[in-house]
């Protein structure tokens, strides 16, 4: 198990950049795969972006592909998402998830952290 904690969110205006960070406690962070997910009011939990342990393998959804960078410092213990242009459709709770395989699905991940909100308005 390792254990996650999301910091960073809050309320931009449309255009604005935001940079959330995940910190891992627990097991070797290194193993892991991580990714970044958000679920806004009433839809379910979506795919943004992931990276493989070394940070070699990144992934993004079409959705956010050329505005957000996904990165990783496993001598931090801790994953990055860097937002720019940041978008009302953006808005949502951002958690971040820790894997043994990188993947796109939520139910591939098995470690969760509690969340943090990014509220973008027009």
């Known amino acids: 198990q390792v254990q996650l904690e999301e910091s960073g969110g809050g309320l931009v205006q449309a255009g604005d950049s935001l940079r959330l960070s995940c910190a891992a406690a627990?097991?070797?962070?290194?193993?892991?795969?991580m990714g970044w997910f958000r679920q806004a009011l009433g839809k379910e939990r979506e795919f943004v972006a992931a990276v493989g342990w070394s940070g070699s393998s990144i992934y993004y959804a079409d959705s956010v592909k050329g505005r957000f960078t996904i990165s990783r410092d496993n001598a931090k213990n801790t994953v990055y998402l860097q937002m720019n242009s940041l978008k009302p459709e953006d808005t949502a709770v951002y958690y971040c998830a820790a894997t043994r395989r990188v993947g796109r699905l939520p139910n591939e991940y098995d470690n969760w952290g509690q969340g943090t909100q990014v509220t973008v308005s027009s």
């Open positions: 627990g097991r070797t962070f290194s193993g892991y795969a």
